[in-house]
C-alpha cells in the first residue's frame, strides 16, 4: 500500500505548470501557499541575473529541485549537433548557478533519420557534455517522452531505453526522470522504475494526469485527479526503491494557464493531497 500524502514538504511546481507567471512570481506565489520545492524552466531565466536570482530563492527558503530543460540532440547536420551540445553546456551553468542538483534532458529526435541514429547522437552528445556536469555537480536526467512525441521531441520513450542508455553510459551522473504522463501506460514500469530506482538513477520524479479525451498532446495535461492515471501506484512503486525526492508537478494546460494562478494552486495542492 501506498503511504498517503499528508504534508506539503515534498511538493515542488515546475514554473512552466503556472506559466503566466514569470520568476519572482512563482518563488511568491510558492512560497506563500507554503511550497518549498521549484523546478526552474530555463524561459524564466531569460533575461535574468542568475546570481540575484538566486539570492531571491535563498530569502524565500526555495529550494531548486532541477533545471528543465537540456537535451534535443540528435540532428542529421553536423552544426546542430554541436548547437545543441553548447547550448547544453550552457544549461549546466545556468543550473550549477541556481543551486540546482538535477538538469533534465528531453533528448530530442529528428525526422529525417531513424530513432535508432537519434539515440547514438544522444548518447554521443551526453558523453560529451558529462564531464563539464561533473564539474559542476550537476546531475543529469534523462527522461522518456511518450512515444507520441517519437516523431521530433525524443527518441526515448520508455524507461527501458532510458535505463540502457545510463547504464550503459554508467555515471553517477547521469540518470532517469520519471513522468506518469509518459510512462503510465507501459507493462513494464514496475520493473523499469526497480531497475533504476535501486541503482541510484532515479533522479526526478514528475507527475500530472492523463485526460480522456485529450484535446491536445502538449497543452491539455491533467491537474491530478482529472484522468485516468494511478499516480499513488506509480509514486508508491519510486518509493519502494528508496526515492526521497520531491513530487513535482508539471503540467501544461492550455484550461489552467487561463485561470487565475493562486486558485489554481490550491488546486494544485488539494489535488496533490487527494490524487497523488
Ligand atoms: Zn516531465
Known amino acids: 500500500?501506498?503511504?498517503?500524502?499528508?504534508?506539503?514538504s515534498k511538493l515542488a511546481v515546475h514554473t512552466m505548470t503556472t506559466k503566466p507567471w514569470d520568476l519572482r512570481q512563482c518563488v511568491e506565489n510558492f512560497s506563500a501557499a507554503g511550497i518549498c520545492g521549484i523546478t526552474i524552466w530555463r524561459n524564466v531565466l531569460e533575461g535574468?541575473?542568475?546570481?540575484?536570482?538566486?539570492?531571491?530563492?535563498?530569502?524565500?527558503?526555495m529550494q531548486v529541485v532541477s533545471i528543465a530543460r537540456g537535451g534535443f540532440f540528435p540532428s542529421v547536420q553536423k552544426e546542430k549537433r554541436q548547437t545543441a551540445v553548447d547550448d547544453?553546456?550552457?544549461?549546466?551553468?545556468?543550473?550549477?548557478?541556481?543551486?540546482?542538483?538535477?538538469?533534465?534532458?528531453?533528448?530530442?529526435?529528428?525526422?529525417?533519420?531513424?530513432?535508432?541514429?537519434?539515440?547514438?547522437?544522444?548518447?554521443?552528445?551526453?558523453?560529451?557534455?558529462?564531464?563539464?556536469?561533473?564539474?559542476?555537480?550537476?546531475?543529469?536526467?534523462?527522461?522518456?517522452?511518450?512515444?507520441?512525441?517519437?516523431?521530433?521531441?525524443?527518441?526515448?520513450?520508455?524507461?527501458?531505453?532510458?535505463?540502457?542508455?545510463?547504464e550503459e553510459i554508467n555515471s553517477?551522473?547521469?540518470?532517469?526522470?520519471?513522468d506518469?504522463?509518459?510512462?503510465?501506460?507501459?507493462?513494464?514500469?514496475?520493473?523499469?522504475?526497480?531497475?533504476?530506482?535501486?541503482?541510484?538513477?532515479?533522479?526526478?520524479?514528475?507527475v500530472c494526469d492523463w485526460n480522456v479525451p485529450s484535446k491536445d498532446f502538449l497543452n491539455d495535461r491533467g491537474l491530478m485527479g482529472d484522468g485516468c492515471i494511478n499516480i499513488p501506484q506509480i509514486r508508491g512503486w519510486v518509493e519502494e526503491t528508496g526515492f526521497s525526492g520531491y513530487n513535482e508537478v508539471e503540467i501544461f494546460s492550455d484550461k489552467y494557464w487561463a485561470m487565475d494562478q493562486n486558485m489554481?494552486?490550491?488546486?494544485?495542492?488539494?489535488?496533490?493531497?487527494?490524487?497523488?
Open 88 to 166: 547544453n553546456l550552457w544549461a549546466i551553468e545556468q543550473s550549477a548557478a541556481m543551486g540546482a542538483p538535477v538538469l533534465v534532458l528531453v533528448s530530442g529526435a529528428d525526422p529525417a533519420q531513424s530513432l535508432e541514429k537519434s539515440r547514438e547522437q544522444i548518447q554521443e552528445s551526453i558523453l560529451q557534455i558529462l564531464p563539464q556536469a561533473q564539474k559542476a555537480g550537476v546531475k543529469l536526467a534523462i527522461e522518456p517522452l511518450h512515444p507520441m512525441y517519437a516523431g521530433d521531441r525524443s527518441a526515448i520513450n520508455t524507461l527501458e531505453q532510458a535505463n540502457n542508455m545510463v
Open 264 to 276: 489554481y494552486l490550491e488546486k494544485i495542492k488539494n489535488a496533490y493531497l487527494k490524487f497523488t
Open 48 to 61: 535574468q541575473n542568475l546570481r540575484e536570482a538566486r539570492v531571491m530563492l535563498n530569502d524565500y527558503d
Open 172 to 178: 553517477e551522473f547521469v540518470g532517469v526522470a520519471v
Open 1 to 8: 500500500m501506498t503511504k498517503k500524502i499528508t504534508d506539503f
Open 180 to 206: 506518469v504522463y509518459h510512462l503510465w501506460w507501459d507493462p513494464n514500469l514496475q520493473r523499469e522504475i526497480i531497475r533504476c530506482g535501486r541503482n541510484g538513477k532515479l533522479f526526478a520524479f514528475h
